[in-house]
């Protein structure tokens, strides 16, 4: 609704960013608190929030590239335009993990125990992410005309579709972002093994995101078939991946 913070002259500050940074500074706080009670050094965490943070930053401006290739191609330098939005969330996820648990090998930290310090703070990050989206007007909605909560949006600096009463799915994925970082808090006091955390935001996550592409109007959600989107594809794969893990890992009583 608001794109930009302010101007001065050449310099100009997007909410987008703002929300973003805020997001992930309030993450990795809280991730560095839950590890100084776990004995985990807090210098270790903060490096991995930062490689985290490249990661997924890469990854998810890479997948939106790639699922808009068409614009890029007539305008490469966009590409390196992420203060006007334009992150595919799935996208970070598939280059984060594994930059993470390289790092984590690499310092011989728990995979498990570290992967539940950070899920709280990716649903949290995530949810004020949303709000910097819903600021920018991408990831926005199709068309929801009588809609009593529809979203107009009127900023002629907004990506979203100009005019036209909107469904707001930024506010829906952060809405639902907020309750699984409350679930996963509250979760944490009767976890009983390693990993529960990590898979649980996984399955809750996956399952948010199918429901929120239904109303998603942005870009060609590329249909698997035809009524599931590609985003849901991946929702589905990583909810079989969640519910698998969690078995696996219950039945192994993880430790580490």
Avoid at 70 to 84: M, S
Avoid at 122 to 135: D, K
Avoid at 212 to 217: A, I, K, L, N, T
């Amino acid at each position: 609704m608001h794109p930009i913070v302010f101007k001065i002259g050449p310099l100009t500050i997007h909410t987008y960013g703002v929300l973003v940074a805020a997001g992930f500074l309030l993450g990795l706080a809280l991730a560095i608190r839950q590890a100084k009670k776990e004995g985990i050094p807090a210098d270790k965490i903060v490096d991995l929030g930062f490689y985290i943070l490249l990661s997924a930053l890469i990854g998810s401006r890479l997948f939106f590239v790639i699922i808009n290739a068409d614009h890029y191609l007539r305008n490469p330098v966009d590409i390196v335009k992420i203060w006007e939005g334009g992150l595919v969330f799935y996208g970070g996820i598939l280059l984060a993990i594994p930059t993470a648990y390289w790092y984590i090998r690499k310092n011989a930290l728990g995979i498990w125990s570290t992967a539940d310090i950070f899920a709280p703070s990716i649903a949290i990050a995530h949810a004020i992410g949303r709000l910097g989206c819903f600021s920018a007007g991408c990831c926005y909605g199709k068309p929801a005309e009588g809609l009593p909560w529809a979203v107009t949006f009127t900023d002629p600096e907004s990506l979203a579709r100009l005019g036209i009463p909107l469904h707001p799915t930024q506010l829906y994925e952060s809405l639902g972002e907020f309750i699984n970082f409350l679930i996963l808090i509250t979760l944490r006091r009767y976890k009983s093994f390693n990993g529960q955390l990590f898979f649980t935001y996984l399955l809750l996550y996956s399952v948010l995101r199918f429901i929120v592409e239904f109303f998603r109007g942005d870009v060609d959600r590329g249909l698997i078939t035809s009524s599931i989107s590609f985003p849901q594809g991946i929702s589905i794969l990583m909810f079989l991946v969640a519910i698998a893990g969690l078995i696996v890992l219950k039945r192994r009583g993880s430790k580490t």
